[in-house]
């Protein structure tokens, strides 16, 4: 297994390392063209700003890139959210790879004990509706760790649900592009299996 | 739903963890890394680890440690005890470490919560306040491991501290802390009520029912304990099932 992680200027891909090497895989991170288009399958991570990363990602042409990839390709966290169209998070054209729009989380609203909604989403929150062999042999209900102000709107490529406020999208599909907004790698075994998903029958 | 989390806490010195831990059927209790994985496999939703060196010469140990930790956890952590820059936290950050909790150099120094949110994301910053109720019956900021007072209402410091950037409060009642006697159900109450950031209540846990009343009382977000996890008084599957039966909304 040839696994690529997109190396560039949003967050962190220790941990991701980390979770693939529990899975026996050993990924290279790496923002070389060649390198990424020759993987057999690709993560796009992310923690960060999206204005920042659509930034860099548009200089380096890393963006022109992402969107010709014809092998799977896993955005994570801000990484599902770049393959959006639009992001409200510092007004970003992003990489329309899925018709959708990131919200922010309205901070304005007060959950039933009129206590304000505390952002960002932050913790273990369960998934539903779940669908795609991303998300086999996953319960419904299944707890994930999530940690982020803005959120994909549901849509037709939804394939799996979480409410925070309202029901936003954790987990998006089309063709081979997958993204999952909860951390795969820090959600014990349950995003343990989404990865090894991924990796084995994607 | 949002789950509300329980948190063990393990102190660290020269990358041991501190106080006899003796319950555990694990081959090195001392060893921050086969507890942290215990208490992972047990289902703790996240930990925390507080290093109590902290000396400049350690923070290497610090570091190597962190590693281990991400490699060997697949559950949330932060780390914290004497961060004083955006380096010493970026060190921790990429080596695997989530979250960076920051106490006295934030007060002495609130610039470094600005720069430490501008860099890494608010996600990324826990303010830890160590609060003391007076005779006044105010709750006051104190530093250096609740050693120093300060004149500062710990309400108005975390106030400006999330405005700073700050992403999430570990709120520590030092009136509490040790006594088994339950957790300071007023000030987390008004913490978690009035501000914009979870809030982690710390400090007094002694029963199960001490953490239901900490989230359906004063509706903490998140719980932290450290001595009634490590001597096996507390099992937090059992805690989870309690908190479930009392339709508080936890991860089993």
Not at chain 1, 142 to 151: P, W
Not at chain 2, 15 to 25: E, H, L, M, S, W
Not at chain 2, 51 to 58: F, V, Y
Not at chain 2, 82 to 107: C, H, M, P, R
Request: net charge negative.
């Amino acid at each position: 297994m040839n696994l690529a992680i997109i190396k560039y200027n949003a967050g962190n891909v220790q941990s991701v390392l980390y979770a693939l090497q529990r899975l026996g895989v050993n990924a290279k991170v790496t923002d070389n063209h060649k390198e990424i288009a020759a993987a057999d399958k690709v993560i796009f991570p992310g923690v960060g700003h999206a204005s920042s990363a659509m930034e860099y990602l548009h200089k380096t042409g890393l963006d022109e890139l992402i969107v010709s990839l014809q092998q799977p390709v896993l955005g994570i966290c801000l990484g599902l959210q770049l393959l959006c169209n639009f992001s409200e998070e510092g007004n970003t054209k992003c990489l329309g790879i899925f018709d959708v729009e990131v919200k922010k989380f309205d901070e304005s609203l007060r959950d039933k004990n009129a206590v304000p909604v505390k952002i960002p989403h932050m913790g273990w929150n369960n998934i539903y509706n779940l669908s795609s062999s991303l998300m086999q042999g996953i319960k419904e209900n299944s707890f994930m760790y999530f940690v982020h102000s803005y959120y994909a709107q549901l849509s037709p490529q939804t394939i799996a649900t979480t409410d925070y406020i309202i029901p936003f999208s954790a987990a998006i599909h089309k063709d081979n592009f997958y993204g999952v907004q909860f951390h795969t790698e820090k959600s014990a075994a349950t995003g343990e299996k989404i990865l090894s998903n991924f990796i084995n029958i994607i | 739903m949002l789950a509300k989390r329980i948190i063990p806490c393990l102190d660290i010195k020269n990358g041991r963890t501190v106080k006899g831990i003796n319950f555990i059927n694990i081959r090195d209790a001392g060893d921050p890394v086969e507890l942290a994985m215990y208490y992972s496999s047990q289902g703790a939703d996240e930990l925390v680890f507080l290093d109590i060196t902290a000396t400049i010469e350690k923070r290497k140990t610090l570091v190597e440690l962190v590693k281990r930790i991400a490699a060997n956890i697949n559950i949330p952590f932060t780390v914290g005890g004497g961060i004083t820059s955006v380096e010493n936290a970026f060190e921790l950050l990429q080596n695997g470490a989530d979250k960076i909790s920051v106490n006295s150099a934030a007060f002495k120094n609130p610039e470094l919560i600005t720069s430490m949110s501008n860099e890494f994301g608010s996600q990324c910053v826990v303010l830890a306040i160590d609060t003391k109720k007076e005779s006044d019956e105010n709750w006051y900021v104190y530093l250096n491991g609740g050693r120093v007072k300060t004149s500062i209402l710990a309400f108005d410091w975390a106030k400006k501290a999330i405005g700073l950037g700050a992403g999430e409060i570990l709120l520590t009642s030092m009136n509490n802390d040790g006594t088994k006697n339950g957790f300071a159900e007023d000030i987390t109450s008004l913490f978690s009520e009035k501000l914009s950031v979870p809030v982690i209540a710390s400090g007094g846990a002694g029963t199960m029912q001490h953490f239901a009343d900490v989230f359906s009382i004063a509706n903490a977000d998140a719980g932290l304990a450290a001595s009634v996890f490590h001597f096996g008084e507390i099992k937090i599957p059992e805690l989870k099932t309690f908190l479930l039966k009392q339709n508080i909304n936890v991860r089993l």
